[in-house]
């Protein structure tokens, strides 16, 4: 049964508005440590690629390891945007909370994200890591690809991206054991980032990266992969969330289901008699 991974996720979503709104500051802090997680996974994802560039299957150890930013994420409770996605359509859903403190938690955990993604990436500029990027490197290529899709291609690769990380999350709701969690987020994040799909606030890292690097890249041209990939993610998120509390509805509606099945059985039954 489902029902209680969707009580779970339900009262995961209403915690995290009950945060934001009697501890925003801890909230934000949260949500800007998962910007900082996530943008350090991202270049490593794009070093390893540039590293095993040579190499046939270099991309799958490079994909390989993006799953471990978001068991960090899960592990330490820090706030993502996209899995909130997911967390708060179904907690309004399931009416734990309301579609404008949804809304409110989305915006809010998308901010503290892209500061935490510029955090990281000044770190880096601290320590001089970004200007010593080779103009080759794979980050540079990476982020210029990502920006040169069209608007259609970027939000429906939004979608299918955090489809992907949602349900890595959803599964490690599901199992109990901690090697398990960590395993099935690894494995499922896996495959959005080996289809290259497009997630926001990894995203976010990257370009933060590329143009703290004087890359060949544009705000403008980060701004339109943002706001079409942060669209899509939205919509997958959501997707998520709301098919499993379909899928699973409350007592009093699988109640009425029921009724209605057995009269259709009866039904059936008359007819045949």
């Not at 490079?62 to 799953?67: D, K, Q």
């Not at 982020?143 to 939000?155: D, P, R």
């Not at 599964?171 to 290259?196: D, M, P, T, W």
């Not at 009425?256 to 059936?268: D, M, N, P, R, S």
Request: charged content about 10%; some cysteine.
């Amino acid at each position: 049964m489902e029902r209680p991974t969707v009580e779970k996720a339900a009262q995961s979503g209403a915690y995290k508005i009950s945060l934001l709104e009697t501890d925003p500051a801890r909230y934000c802090l949260r949500a800007v440590l998962a910007g900082m997680y996530l943008s350090l996974i991202c270049l490593l994802f794009w070093a390893i690629s540039y590293g095993m560039r040579d190499v046939s299957f270099g991309k799958v150890i490079a994909s390989g390891f993006f799953g471990v930013g978001l068991t960090v994420i899960v592990l330490t409770n820090s706030e993502l945007f996209t899995s909130n996605n997911m967390y708060m359509a179904l907690s309004s859903a399931e009416q734990r909370t309301s579609w404008t403190q949804t809304v409110q938690v989305w915006v809010v955990c998308y901010l503290g994200n892209l500061v935490g993604a510029i955090i990281f990436g000044l770190l880096l500029f601290g320590a001089h890591i970004l200007q010593e990027l080779p103009a080759d490197h794979a980050i540079f290529a990476g982020a210029e690809h990502k920006v040169h899709q069209t608007a259609t291609a970027i939000f429906f690769k939004g979608i299918l991206a955090n489809w992907v990380v949602c349900l890595a999350i959803w599964v490690s709701l599901r199992v109990k054991e901690e090697i398990a969690k960590i395993l099935s987020i690894l494995l499922i994040v896996f495959i959005f980032l080996y289809l290259g799909f497009e997630h926001s606030i990894a995203n976010m890292g990257t370009f933060t990266m590329v143009l703290l690097a004087n890359g060949p890249l544009a705000i403008g041209d980060a701004l339109h992969n943002l706001i079409f990939s942060t669209t899509g993610n939205i919509v997958g998120g959501a997707f998520v969330g709301l098919v499993y509390r379909y899928l699973s509805p409350m007592a009093a509606e699988s109640a009425v289901a029921e009724q209605i099945g057995a009269a259709t059985e009866q039904k059936k039954a008359s007819s045949s008699a």
